[in-house]
Structures are given as C-alpha cells and as structure tokens.
C-alpha cells in the first residue's frame, strides 16, 4: 500500500515562495498520475495542479493566477513537489498530495485513492 508523506509547509510572509513535497514509499510514483489539492478553513478540498501517468499537466487556478503554483517529480519518481510563488494570504489552507492510477486528471478529490496527511501552509504578516 502506497505511503504519501508531506513536507514543507509552515508560516510565509505574502509574496514569498514555499514548495511542497511529497515522498512516496514504498513504492515509486511511476505510472500514477499525481496530485496537489489544499482545504482552506471552512471550505472544501480543491484542486490546484495535476500531472497525468503521460505527463500532462492541468493547473485549475484561474488563468491569471496559472502561474503561481507548479507541480513537478524528480527524475526517480520518488517525490513530488509544489513550487508555490508570489503567496497571499488566501492561500492559507492544509495542502494535499494525492496519486491514483488512473490515467486522467480529475478536479474531483474522490477520484484520487492515494492521500498524505497534508501539511499546514499559513501566508501572513
């Protein structure tokens, strides 16, 4: 059974970068397709970046805000990451890896069977 653990979070100032990873065990991340979503409080679980088993990639922020989050995987498939940038304070949340075996990406969190923890991510002066 697979094993997500999330690292990274913590308190950033607004207009700061975090990123988020994600270590898979035992097994690898190979032929998953992966995902980060994030809760804020008082709302539902949404999702922010996903990349297929193929290597597509679906970011579902707006498109102005496309640019800031961005997920990736190392070379081993071991880890995956979020690279969060120019961070507001709504984007306050607990943040979510995910992974399924499955071929497309979904914005639906039940779609996913493999979940971390989640790791507390606070924007604030």
């Known amino acids: 059974q697979m094993q997500l653990v999330e690292s990274g979070g913590g308190l950033v100032q607004p207009g700061g970068s975090l990123r988020l990873s994600c270590a898979a065990s035992p097994s690898t991340l190979h032929n998953y397709t992966i995902a980060w979503f994030r809760q804020a409080p008082g709302k539902e679980r949404e999702p922010i970046d996903c990349i297929t088993k193929q290597g597509a990639r679906t970011n579902y922020f707006a498109d102005a805000e496309k640019g800031r989050f961005t997920i990736s995987l190392d070379n081993a498939k071991t880890t995956m990451y979020l690279q969060m940038n120019n961070l507001k304070p709504e984007d306050t949340a607990i943040y979510y890896c995910?992974?399924?075996?499955?071929?497309?990406?979904?914005?639906?969190?039940?779609?996913?069977?493999?979940w971390g923890r989640g790791t507390q991510v606070t924007v604030s002066s």
């Open positions: 995910a992974a399924d075996q499955g071929s497309f990406c979904s914005r639906w969190d039940t779609y996913f069977f493999f």
